[in-house]
């Protein structure tokens, strides 16, 4: 069971270019959520997915965009890098329980570090 | 909008002393609150998840309370190690505080 698998888990950019992150998870899980750690700014949520072929903006959406085709893929691009978004981002999942849905917990993956020159 | 802080920022504690973690949160509408611990350069992992309708969750030397009335959670390390030296964040409503880094010397 290899929970939320992230990839690629390092890669450097040059301003400009594009890049897509692939988050998968085996849990079957209906959320699905985008965080980028800072120092000193703890991890923020870039955007969510309450299901697929759904997806909602979080506290930082800009200069991101996702995409849920599938249940257990979550895909993070940036269409335009800029150094700005050097960072080390996380995917996470969970489940629900209860109606109206109520997020359990929070199962992460190991991270993609991202350097923008 | 919920705002979560963590109090102490970084902690240095030797080994063998018990020690409490605090995280508070502004809104209270919460379902559920989540302990996690990162270790340097890797991911976030479970510790404990409390739902609203609990105050204490256990897990061999952790022991985690909630108070949704006073916005708080406490994360309890009894007879702390070295190999609990880590970050540990907390999370309400998909929130998180700047975490405690805590080092425990022998």
């Known amino acids: 069971n290899a929970g939320v698998t992230q990839t690629p888990k390092f890669r450097v950019l040059k301003t400009g270019q594009s890049m897509t992150l692939l988050c998968a998870q085996d849990?079957?899980?209906?959320?699905m959520y985008w965080y980028r750690q800072d120092p000193g700014m703890g991890l923020r949520l870039i955007h969510y997915?309450?299901?697929?072929?759904?997806?909602a903006k979080g506290e930082v959406p800009d200069g991101y965009n996702v995409s849920r085709l599938k249940k257990q893929n979550f895909l993070l691009g940036l269409e335009s890098a800029a150094p700005s978004q050097t960072s080390v981002y996380f995917c996470?999942?969970?489940?629900?329980?209860?109606?109206?849905?109520?997020?359990?917990?929070?199962?992460f993956g190991e991270g993609s570090r991202l350097t923008v020159l | 909008k919920q705002e979560v802080t963590q109090i102490p920022a970084a902690l240095s504690v030797p080994e063998g002393e018990n020690l409490v973690l605090n995280c508070s949160f502004t809104?209270?509408?919460?379902?559920?609150l989540q302990w996690f611990r990162q270790d340097p350069g890797k991911g976030l992992t479970s510790l404990l998840l409390?739902?609203?309708?609990?105050r204490e969750q256990t897990s061999g030397r952790l022991n985690a309370s909630l108070d949704k009335s006073s916005g708080r959670s406490t994360l309890y390390i009894a007879a702390s190690q070295p190999g609990d030296s880590a970050t540990y964040l907390c999370?309400?409503?998909?929130?998180f505080g700047t975490g405690t880094r805590l080092q425990v010397f022998p």
């Open positions: 997915s309450v299901g697929e072929g759904t997806t």
């Open positions: 996470a999942s969970s489940g629900t329980s209860g109606l109206p849905p109520i997020v359990g917990e929070l199962f």
């Open positions: 409390i739902q609203s309708s609990q």
């Open positions: 809104d209270s509408a919460i379902y559920n």
């Open positions: 849990m079957n899980h209906e959320y």
């Open positions: 999370a309400a409503k998909l929130i």
